[in-house]
């Protein structure tokens, strides 16, 4: 199933990986918190509002577009699309073997009434991005990330809070206006654009799957009468493997499904040690390795090299984390594996006091990854290509200092420390989180 959608996968530029094939799978990073605002991913923004009462701080992109109003947010926002992502970012990725990149939208680039407070004009620099795209030699999914309602309440939807996008004929309308708009870009590009993700998240513990599956085979429609060769991408709603097939209709062509594979976010593997976080993504990956090869091609659309969820607004701005036990709800006693639990060191932000032990992890838990996403399915992209203080969750810096390797690469290593890429020894960090004489 993979392999079907390999001529669309393969890298065709200049600027191919040595010893490209039709088979070269999809070797990507995530462009985020660009074109739909993230608060971890550049706390900046929203760092501008603390001071006031917490019910004036904005969360996400809708509350930061009304807290700013629409002349500032426009002011603000177009200062970001223009510098956050350049064309040396896209250089730096393709330089090291990238040769995809997912850039999430928002529907209010492409469908914006007067009554919400986003701003749109995010279209030039998307193809501003695109341009680059064709020049450095990528290609590019476009995704819908955030729908009218919100698709999952999740900040990374553009709204915060209880969803109420299937509530309304309205919001899948505007849903499938924004998709038509975005696909017809995808077709105007059609040289840079291979795949189109028709959204991002829907969760299925806000909607039925039905509902869910219901919208995806109306989208499938549109989508392939405007562009009728360009891979169809759908994420899983958060249902294990074994029921992805009630997401897939038989029709279809050109399809890949998106799985997001992440550590941190549960409660159980906040607890787990170094050693289990490696095992758990063979793990994770049986079935999804198993529903690839029988069904239609899986990638991996996000991931990163954190196993925790210390990282600042990562669970949410206002929220805490499960590691120290302030996340409200939640966890109300410290999770992480050690005796005591401290956002610092080596789950601090700051990578330069990340020992040399716990660079070697990260490069062992990347690898460990990589060596099934890029192996065994159609293939992955980083969540984020950059951040401005998440280290874990940025790609460029954790190549740059060694824990996310390049492609192509002659060899995967063997994953024990004793064969990690040895690092420049670090300053030694006696953090709370080394406590005790083994970190296993």
Not at 173 to 194: E, F, G, N, P
Not at 314 to 320: K, Q, V, Y
Request: net charge negative; proline share 5%; glycine share 8%.
């Amino acid at each position: 199933p993979a392999a079907a959608v390999s001529t669309q996968i393969a890298a065709t530029s200049d600027t191919e990986l040595e010893g490209d094939s039709d088979n070269t799978p999809i070797r990507g990073a995530n462009i985020g918190g660009v074109f739909l605002i993230e608060p971890f991913i550049k706390p900046s923004l929203f760092d501008q509002f603390l001071g006031r009462n917490k019910a004036d701080i904005p969360v996400d992109e809708w509350t930061l577009t009304a807290a700013l109003g629409k002349v500032e947010a426009k002011r603000q926002l177009e200062e970001h699309w223009d510098t956050f992502v350049t064309r040396d970012h896209l250089e730096t990725m393709a330089e090291n073997g990238i040769n995809w990149i997912r850039i999430p939208i928002g529907y209010w680039a492409f469908n914006l009434t007067d009554d919400e407070p986003y701003v749109d004009g995010q279209v030039p620099y998307i193809e501003r991005l695109l341009g680059w795209s064709r020049d450095v030699g990528l290609k590019v999914e476009l995704d819908l990330h955030g729908a009218p309602g919100s698709q999952n309440g999740y900040d990374n939807s553009g709204r915060r809070g209880v969803p109420e996008w299937l509530h309304s004929r309205i919001n899948v309308d505007r849903t499938l206006d924004a998709l038509a708009k975005m696909t017809q870009m995808a077709t105007d590009w059609s040289d840079v654009v291979y795949g189109i993700q028709i959204l991002n998240e829907p969760s299925r513990w806000k909607w039925a799957v039905k509902d869910i599956f219901a919208f995806y085979n109306e989208a499938y429609d549109l989508v392939r009468s405007i562009a009728p060769d360009v891979l169809f991408m759908i994420h899983d709603t958060f249902l294990g493997p074994n029921e992805w097939p009630t997401l897939v209709a038989p029709r279809w062509t050109q399809a890949l499904m998106d799985t997001h594979i992440y550590q941190m976010f549960d409660n159980y593997m906040v607890t787990m040690n170094e050693t289990a976080h490696i095992d758990m993504v063979a793990k994770m990956a049986e079935d999804i390795t198993k529903f690839d090869k029988s069904n239609i091609g899986v990638v991996v659309g996000e991931f990163s090299a954190a196993t925790h969820d210390c990282t600042k607004y990562i669970n949410g701005l206002g929220r805490g984390s499960r590691w120290e036990g302030t996340l409200e709800g939640i966890a109300d006693r410290p999770l992480c594996p050690f005796p005591t639990c401290s956002c610092t060191g080596d789950y601090g932000s700051n990578y330069t006091e990340y020992s040399t032990h716990y660079k070697r992890f990260l490069r062992n838990y990347v690898d460990a990854q990589l060596a099934i996403y890029d192996q065994e399915l159609a293939g992955w992209f980083f969540w984020n290509f950059r951040t401005e203080g998440a280290p874990e969750w940025d790609y460029i810096l954790g190549v740059e200092q060694g824990w996310i390797p390049s492609f192509p690469r002659t060899a995967w290593p063997k994953l024990n420390e004793s064969s990690a890429i040895v690092f420049e020894d670090a300053p030694t960090v006696h953090s709370v989180s080394e406590a005790g004489s083994s970190r296993y």
